[in-house]
């Protein structure tokens, strides 16, 4: 690594086009994550109050493509399409991203950028897009880095990058640039996780969760009236805040346990303990605030009652919005399939439901 690279902030000034600047194309695509241990409250600079576990998702992607040439001008020039639709909102976002990080990557100011985002689940499914699209984002950063200045050669050392820059852009997106379980946040229990990036936990647990669903649920789609940014700084006079962030550090622990053993019954215990922990905070910060919908509430008395009757080990986790993730082995897919298709059917919204399950990780388009 070059010795003026300072390891904690990646500030490189070296990293500056010193004769011609390229053009070229440069595209990613990222998975979305669903926490079982939740990120919820952080310092400045997106530094999480706890640290935070999760599944990377396998069919919930954002596609990114980045088209670049030389500058035109002075200001940074940054056009964004969504779904091949100009979207002047992302553009301005990204273009405050990219200032926000022009001293990590200085080659930024270069260039003049047009970027061609897809997500593919429904956009209008409520289902977050920050994580899978900053990482995106943050991985085809990193490449136009290792293309043009030879460097991150090793993929440990571009996977970690990504996942610090991807920090910057979203929490939770720092997670999404591994596949399988990822842990980010500094734990006793994991000796080399950080504040600062996501590192794979995937290969420590048993088979049974490294194949495992996710059905997400589809309640409600409206937009949240309270967002996660907003959401994350009421913490920060939550008068449960600090019991809260003990308790993630523990279940970090033993949920680690719990998966390496297989023990799925504390594997439930331990998940939907902070799915409802989240939702506590919602309800006891001020000014408090619901996301829950009378039918996630429905949905998760019905799991309860499934459960107690079938033995069959599903259970829910929730992000920050009335949609409900389902979470069981693969092995008990056909009858809760059947059982989404006959009681689960009428709580919810026309978009169904999305199927999805633990996946591999980023690829390069
Ligand atoms: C409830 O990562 O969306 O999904 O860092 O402000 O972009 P920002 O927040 P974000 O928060 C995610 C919160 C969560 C839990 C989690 O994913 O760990």
Redesign the pocket.
């Given at each position: 690594m070059s010795s003026a690279i300072n390891e904690l902030t990646y500030r490189d000034k070296k990293l500056i086009f010193s004769d011609t600047v390229p053009s070229g194309k440069i595209g990613w695509q990222s998975p979305s994550?669903?926490?079982l241990?939740?990120?919820?409250g952080?310092m400045p600079v997106?530094v999480?109050r706890n640290p935070?576990l999760?599944f990377t998702l396998s069919k919930s992607n954002t596609k990114t493509r980045i088209e670049y040439t030389s500058a035109s001008g002075r200001d940074m020039k940054v056009d964004f399409y969504l779904n091949d639709q100009p979207n002047p909102e992302f553009g301005l976002k990204t273009k405050a991203f990219f200032e926000s990080i022009s001293d990590i990557f200085p080659f930024i100011r270069q260039l003049d950028f047009k970027i061609y985002s897809e997500n593919t689940f429904p956009h209008s499914a409520g289902i977050?897009s920050?994580?899978s699209g900053?990482s995106a984002l943050a991985l085809t950063l990193c490449d136009l880095e290792r293309t043009h200045f030879g460097n991150l050669t090793e993929d440990a050392d571009f996977y970690r990058k990504a996942s610090y820059v991807a920090?910057l852009?979203?929490?939770?997106?720092c997670?999404s640039v591994y596949g399988g379980l990822v842990d980010?946040g500094k734990s006793k229990v994991l000796a080399n996780s950080s504040d600062l990036y996501g590192i794979p936990v995937g290969d420590q647990v048993n088979e049974v969760f490294l194949t495992y669903q996710d059905t997400v649920l589809l309640v409600n789609a409206e937009q949240k009236k309270v967002?996660?940014?907003a959401?994350?700084s009421l913490m920060n006079n939550n008068p449960f805040a600090p019991e809260r962030f003990q308790q993630a550090q523990r279940h970090i622990g033993e949920l680690l346990e719990a998966m390496k053993a297989g023990d799925l019954e504390t594997f439930i215990k331990i998940t939907e303990s902070e799915a409802l922990t989240?939702h506590a905070m919602m309800m006891t910060s001020q000014p408090y605030y619901l996301l829950m919908k009378a039918n996630t509430l429905q949905i998760i008395e019905r799991i309860f009652a499934f459960r107690d009757e079938t033995n069959i080990p599903v259970s829910f986790t929730?992000?920050?919005?009335p949609n409900v993730h389902l979470l069981y082995p693969f092995s008990e897919k056909e009858k809760v399939m059947q059982w989404i298709k006959s009681e689960l059917r009428e709580f919810l919204s026309p978009l169904g439901f999305i199927d999805d399950e633990v996946g591999k990780g980023p690829v390069k388009l």
């Open positions: 994550n669903i926490a241990v939740k990120y919820w952080k997106q999480p935070s999760s977050a920050s994580a900053m920090r852009g979203s929490g939770s997106a997670r980010w967002s996660s940014r959401g994350h989240l929730l992000d920050a919005g």
